[in-house]
């Protein structure tokens, strides 16, 4: 995670204040370089932060997004443990630390759908978690599971959104005609 302890991630959490210029700046410009697909340059804009502010969890969320981008996922495991510790009241920290379960050695997809169950009991509205519950059913090969899943994704969500993306997600590809057909009204 770089040189952030994690005691001084949640220290940031606790006191978040919104970040100001010059930082919010070059937060964003790191983000507008990893929507172009250089996550180099993201990483570039992001050391431009300010040190004391490393630990905040716009920072630190970015920092996991580009370690994603680059598939480093033991580092996007611990920067999603951070993230997780300190604000397990928000959604996108279990989605974080399941994705990146998903994906180190040792983990899988199996702890990831632990993960996300308990994230869903926590946040019952939230479409992502459902959707990514759908995905790594669909991957165990519980396909009645991953449409339980994907009908409560898309009640919860757009329902045209998340077909989109369900159409457009290899992980569910086992259900691609069904969704197909499926009707967006």
Known sequence: MGSIPIRVAIFYFRSMKPLEPPDSHHVNAAQG???LGDPHEAT????????E????????????????????WQE???????????????PGSWI?????LRRVPGGGLAAAQICLREGHQRFPQEPII?????????QLGDLPE?????KRASALGSVSAIKQ?????????????EIAETPTK
Not at 76 to 90: G, Q
Not at 130 to 138: G, H, I, S, T, V
Not at 165 to 177: C, S, Y
């Open 146 to 150: 991953a449409r339980k899943w994907l």
């Open 44 to 51: 570039v804009e992001l050391e431009k932060v300010g040190l």
């Open 33 to 35: 370089w990893l929507g």
């Open 53 to 72: 502010l490393r630990g905040h969890p716009e920072v630190l969320e970015l920092r996991w997004q580009i370690c994603a981008k680059e598939q480093r």
């Open 130 to 138: 459902a959707y990514n519950l759908a995905c790594y059913a669909c």
């Open 165 to 177: 993306l369900a159409l457009n997600d290899a992980d569910l590809e086992p259900l691609w005609a």
């Open 96 to 100: 974080c630390r399941a994705y990146a």
């Open 76 to 90: 996007c495991l611990e920067l999603a443990e951070v993230l997780f510790t300190a604000e397990p009241n928000y």
